[in-house]
Structure formats: structure tokens, C-alpha cells
């Protein structure tokens, strides 16, 4: 019976170091993210989190249709919990960007939307002000 326990309390102190080594991990890499936004450098956005991966295929489908094809899947996406920022702000910048020459008026609302949603400290800020030149 002491076997068994020593056994069950070694399992546990071993998957309590993963889980603490795997905590430790993802916000280290989350650090590193805000840091390098924070420099001004390139942020990769299919590394952002909030695009749940059942969505990524028809987000790609939607990239491939252009303006309109994004319109459609903001639209039918923008309300489910699972999708959020920062990748859902950055979808939306990518959609401001392409409507902007077609449809300013709609590019400036959606940018005010962005600006009022956003906090500074946010990964995709440093995209959002260097467009707010343009749309202020």
C-alpha cells in the first residue's frame, strides 16, 4: 500500500511540474509576442490567439474571395464568444484595409470601432495607429 501511494504522489508531483513547465511556456511566448508589438515588429497573425482552429478553413476561403468574402464571414463570425481579439481585430483591420479605397466611410467606422475597443497595450495596436493617420 505504501508503494501505491509513493507512486500516486511521484505521478502527481511529475504531471504538476508539466503542467507548471506548460503554463510557463505559453505566457513566456505570449511575453515575447506583446514585446516584440511593443518594438514595432512584424506580427505574424496566424500565431495570434482567437481564431478557434474549426474556423481558420473558412476564414482562408473567405481571404480567397476577397473584400466581400471577408465581409460575409465577420459578419456571420463577429458574434461568436470563441472568436475574439486580437486576431479578430486584426481580420478586421485586413477588411478595413481592402474596403478603404471602395468604401471610406465604412473603413472610418470600423476603424473608430477598433480604436474604441483596442487598449494600448494590445499586439495589434501598434497596426491600428500607424493607420491612424488615414482614418482619424
Known sequence: MKILISILIV???????????????????????????????????NQLRGLPWQLEPKYREAVKQGAPGLK??????????????????????DYLVMISGSDPVEAKR???????????????????RSLGRTYD
Do not use: H, M
Request: glycine share 4%.
Open 11 to 45: 505521478i502527481g508531483v511529475i504531471f504538476t511540474i508539466y503542467k507548471g513547465y506548460d503554463y510557463w511556456v505559453r505566457v513566456n511566448d505570449e511575453k515575447a509576442l506583446n514585446e516584440k508589438a511593443r518594438q514595432g515588429e512584424d506580427v505574424d497573425p
Open 72 to 93: 460575409a464571414f465577420l459578419e456571420a463570425f463577429s458574434k461568436s464568444p470563441s472568436f475574439q481579439d486580437p486576431r479578430k481585430a486584426w481580420i478586421e483591420l
Open 110 to 128: 470600423i476603424y473608430a470601432d477598433l480604436k474604441a475597443r483596442l487598449s494600448t497595450n494590445s499586439v495589434v495596436y501598434p497596426r491600428l
